[in-house]
């Protein structure tokens, strides 16, 4: 098992040295089609890419180091401070969001702390309404125009102040919450399964409850994943962990693997759509997937405390400036 | 203790965790030699600079196709038909990016039929999934 985390590492480390190493032998051939003229905008495709693989993997770094999803910050942190068009961009965030959690769920699933009872059955909510967001945000997009443009932003604006709010008053998780009593429905779905911690040497095994409210509030989650094309982590960790009472771990992993299934649900209606285009959607994947990579790195050494207030500053800024946005469009 | 005592992890996940995984890796080396081909060998479907400025100029993904590519939006998997251009190329890797949780799970599902993994409801939410993962990639969840 080992041996096979070994090769996953070298293949993802193979992965992000050979698109630099192709970027920089891009870069030097002279006869590149694409970046032979300078446009209007002010720079060619191919500095458009590079600095988009630049910004996102520093999105990536500061993502790690605050403890969140790098899907999280690139819908609003692109919305609120780039032009370009929404739709395209809550594309984009959904799909990086997806491919991020692809990745990184085989060794929680392997090792058994990703429980799949658990996120299947709420798997199963939260893609439902993710798909239901996602065809909302077409429908927006074709029927509402300018208004409905106005409305995502505006509306986005305040869910993002909301999570840094989050971020700020409810950091606190429990590592074990202590479940005094579990619901009879909760008990029939016998979600619990077992496993075996590494740091404390033992097998942990943990009960949940308010498997009802819970799997109501992956409903509400899923819809705006779906709609705003945001990665979910943030909201589904807190209800794993402190409304069904799963221990953070668990809560964790499992949210990880369920935004690769609800996401994935999401994202096809966008791609449908015609949202998602290789030049920006490719940079911003290799950006984020590095990103994580270097921040895993980097996280063992420094400490990350400082990191967190600088993410809810972004988060709190990317809200105000979307709402602002949002305003003058009306 | 053991390896023995310790608690396997269940087959459908484990199967789940590795067909994502390995496509999701597949998928990304396509991308990225698509994206490679892209800008040295040029041959695209969607015209890069006017792409980039479009882009910049906060114009919808309709306006974009029709500049870009001189055509509607084509609601589908444009991409399988056109792997000429290496743009297509690299949307294939990103589509085989977005299938891989669909064949994931149903590799879950053929592994909880395998294993008789009880009880039987997560067999049932597992084949929930997979249906809506497999009804919306073929494009038969959308507005279009």
């Known amino acids: ?330 | 203790m053991t390896e023995q005592e310790k608690p396997k992890p269940l087959l459908s996940g484990v199967i789940y965790g590795e067909i994502t995984f390995w496509i999701t890796i597949i998928g990304m080396i396509i991308c990225t030699i698509g994206i490679v081909l892209y800008f040295i060998i040029g041959n695209q479907f969607f015209d890069a600079n006017t792409m980039v400025n479009e882009l910049w100029a906060g114009k919808d993904a309709a306006t974009i196709w029709k500049d870009a590519a001189g055509r509607e939006v084509i609601h589908g998997h444009w991409y399988l038909t056109r792997l000429a251009f290496t743009d297509a190329i690299a949307m294939l890797g990103l589509g085989l990016c977005c299938l891989a949780a669909v064949f994931g799970s149903w590799g879950s599902v053929i592994g909880m039929i395998a294993n008789k993994e009880k009880p039987y409801l997560f067999l049932v939410f597992a084949i929930i999934i997979a249906v809506l993962l497999t009804c919306s990639a073929a494009g038969l969840v959308s507005l279009h």
Do not use: H
Request: aromatic share 10%; net charge positive; glycine share 14%.
């Open chain 1, 1 to 330: 098992m080992s041996k096979l985390l070994e090769y996953r590492k070298k293949i993802l480390k193979a992965l992000g040295i050979t698109c630099l190493v192709a970027i920089a032998i891009a870069a030097s051939v002279g006869s590149i089609q694409a970046a032979g003229s300078v446009e209007p905008m002010g720079i060619t495709p191919l500095w458009f890419f590079i600095i988009l693989l630049v910004g996102c993997t520093v999105i990536g770094i500061f993502a790690v180091l605050a403890g969140v999803g790098g899907g999280v910050i690139f819908t609003p942190v692109f919305m609120g401070f780039t032009p370009i068009d929404s739709y395209i961009i809550r594309s984009t965030g959904l799909f990086v969001a997806m491919a991020g959690a692809l990745v990184a769920g085989r060794p929680f699933l392997n090792k058994g702390v990703a429980n799949i009872r658990l996120l299947f059955t709420g798997a199963v909510p939260y893609a439902v309404f993710a798909v239901i967001g996602a065809m909302l945000a077409g429908y927006i997009q074709k029927t509402m125009g300018a208004g409905g443009e106005a409305f995502i932003r505006g509306a986005l604006g305040v869910i993002v102040i909301g999570i840094g709010l989050l971020f700020v008053f409810f950091g606190g998780k429990s590592e074990y919450p202590e479940v005094s009593f579990v619901d009879k429905f909760t008990e029939k779905l016998n979600l619990p399964l077992p496993y075996y911690e590494d740091s404390l040497g033992k097998v942990i095994n943990y009960k949940v409850t308010r498997a009802a409210l819970g799997l109501t509030l992956f409903c509400g989650v899923g819809l705006i994943s779906g709609l705003f094309g945001l990665g979910a982590g943030w909201a589904m960790v807190p209800v794993f962990n402190m409304v069904m009472a799963a221990p953070l771990k668990v809560a964790a992993t499992c949210s990880k693997v369920m935004i690769s299934m609800g996401d994935t649900a999401a994202v096809w209606p966008y791609i449908v759509g015609g949202g998602l285009f290789p030049l920006f959607t490719v940079p911003s994947m290799i950006g984020l997937i590095v990103g994580t990579l270097i921040g895993s790195k980097i996280m063992l050494k420094v400490k990350a405390g400082f990191v967190r207030w600088i993410i809810i500053v972004v988060m709190i800024g990317a809200g105000i400036r979307l709402i602002s946005k949002a305003w003058t469009m009306v």
